[in-house]
């Protein structure tokens, strides 16, 4: 099933950007000696190699359904989103730290000023239209919805992390202008190592709220609430269905929902009856939601579907 187009955009304004900023950073770095330059560097290049592996989870997120993974390969997107978390504190914010101690420790004034506020200034050009794109997508699917509460909600990774990356990005770039005019202006290189151990603290931050949110996806969360709110509806105004219990509903990927109706039916109904009213609550449900890839009914008494949430711990 293809993503939405609007989230592969969101991943190719970044890798772009970032590439260009990147290679900018390292020649101004290279030129400039500076610790901050060199640090928001590897912070791009990091950046860089997460778009490709954002890429490659919605490449593989895309394949059909098969024996092996009946249900299809949306959580590779989770799986590649929660190495991406991994790799933003580990290279980024290990790098970051490690070249800012050092810094500190043998502080040596930074050079050709001019060239690495040129980059500074043309990468925040960069990551700002990045930014822009990530967010518009953003705002286009949270609703009317906080940004926090949407960032908590959401099932689809990509926009969300390119997101917080970019503006981990925007965040480290005003530390690292902060730290470089400090440095030449105070004439303390320390602050130039000072402005990196700020950058690695952004990258931590960050990779601590992607690896919490992606992990969630990847162990498995329930599907939005109105899906399964949709389902008891449809199946409470079936002639066939005494009285639809509840219902359970899992994430499989960002456009593939699984969910268990516990039902209990009218007694007299027959088999063939029975199978002609999953078909039709089924059916109505994915004419609205059609990333529901399957709906699993289990005939139960409310008494026994009660007693069994309750042994989950959820007395409703």
């Given at each position: 099933m293809a993503k939405p187009s609007g989230s592969r955009l969101v991943v190719y304004a970044a890798l772009v950007g970032n590439l260009c900023i990147a290679i900018a950073k390292f020649v101004a770095a290279?030129?400039?000696?500076?610790?901050a330059m060199l640090s928001e560097g590897v912070h791009s290049l990091v950046d860089t190699t997460n778009e490709l592996l954002?890429?490659?989870?919605?490449?593989?997120?895309?394949k059909k359904p098969d024996t092996v993974h009946p249900f299809g390969y949306g959580r590779e997107l989770y799986f590649w989103s929660f190495i991406v978390a991994l790799l933003v504190f580990a290279a980024g914010a290990g790098v970051s730290a490690y070249e800012g101690i050092q810094h500190i420790r043998n502080p040596e004034p930074a050079t050709n000023h001019t060239?690495?506020?040129?980059?500074?200034g043309i990468s925040f050009l960069f990551e700002g239209v990045s930014w822009?794109?990530?967010?518009?997508?953003?705002?286009?699917?949270k609703g009317s919805q906080g940004y926090f509460e949407a960032f908590r909600r959401s099932k689809d990774p990509t926009t969300f992390t390119v997101l917080l990356e970019d503006s981990a990005a925007l965040l480290g770039l005003a530390f690292a202008a902060i730290g470089l005019a400090a440095a030449q202006w105070l004439d303390m290189p320390v602050l130039d190592g000072v402005a990196s151990l700020c950058i690695a603290g952004v990258l931590a931050a960050t990779a601590f709220l992607l690896a919490r949110e992606t992990k969630g996806l990847l162990v498995g969360e329930p599907a939005h609430p109105h899906v399964a709110q949709r389902i008891m509806a449809?199946?409470?105004t079936d002639?066939?269905?005494r009285n639809a219990n509840g219902v359970t509903t899992m994430q499989m990927g960002p456009d593939q929902v699984v969910a268990m109706l516990s039902a209990e039916f009218e007694d007299e109904r027959t088999t063939p009856?029975?199978?002609?009213?999953?078909?039709r609550i089924e059916r109505a449900v994915k004419q609205e939601y059609p990333e529901l890839v399957a709906l699993f009914v289990k005939p139960q008494t409310p008494e026994v579907y009660r007693a069994r949430r309750a042994a989950l711990g959820d007395p409703g």
């Open positions: 290279g030129l400039s000696g500076s610790s954002l890429l490659y989870g919605l490449h593989r997120a895309d060239v690495s506020y040129v980059v500074l822009w794109v990530a967010l518009r997508e953003f705002r286009a699917t449809v199946a409470n002639a066939d269905l009856q029975i199978e002609a009213c999953i078909t």
